[in-house]
Nanobody, 130 residues
Framework: QLQLVESGGGLVQPGGSLRLSCEASGSSLQFFAVGWFRQAPGKEREGVAC????????NYADSVKGRFTISRDNAQNMVYLQMDSLKPEDTAIYYC???????????????????????WGQGAQVTVSS
């Protein structure tokens, strides 16, 4: 069974940067599509950035395009989310998710729908505030 653990969250000023890490164990990440999701208080969990099993296809939420970058290192069983130009509205708990089915949208992009993913980490708090 796949286990996921996030790290790298914290407090940052608006315009600053953070890098989240997700370490997988129990199974090799090369067999899973992966993604980052976030949930703010009173809101549903939303997809932020997701990558296909091969890593050749990536999908970003419109709200983070140009600011966030997802990457994966299958050899090290790691997934990363580089967050630049952070805004207060980025404040949320960020979760790493994975699924062996490699869920996709009707257009063939990695799905940003959280219910399509089976495995989850415990979450990492990201707070953007001045």
């Amino acid at each position: 069974q796949l286990q996921l653990v996030e790290s790298g969250g914290g407090l940052v000023q608006p315009g600053g940067s953070l890098r989240l890490s997700c370490e997988a164990s129990g199974s090799s990440l090369q067999f899973f599509a992966v993604g980052w999701f976030r949930q703010a208080p009173g809101k549903e969990r939303e997809g932020v950035a997701c990558a296909s099993i091969s890593g050749d296809s990536i999908n970003y939420a419109d709200s983070v395009k140009g600011r966030f970058t997802i990457s994966r290192d299958n050899a090290q069983n790691m997934v990363y989310l580089q967050m630049d130009s952070l805004k207060p509205e980025d404040t949320a708990i960020y979760y790493c998710g994975a699924d062996s089915f490699s869920p996709t949208t009707d257009r063939g992009l990695p799905s940003l729908t959280s219910r399509k993913y089976w495995y989850w980490g415990q979450g990492a708090q990201v707070t953007v505030s001045s």
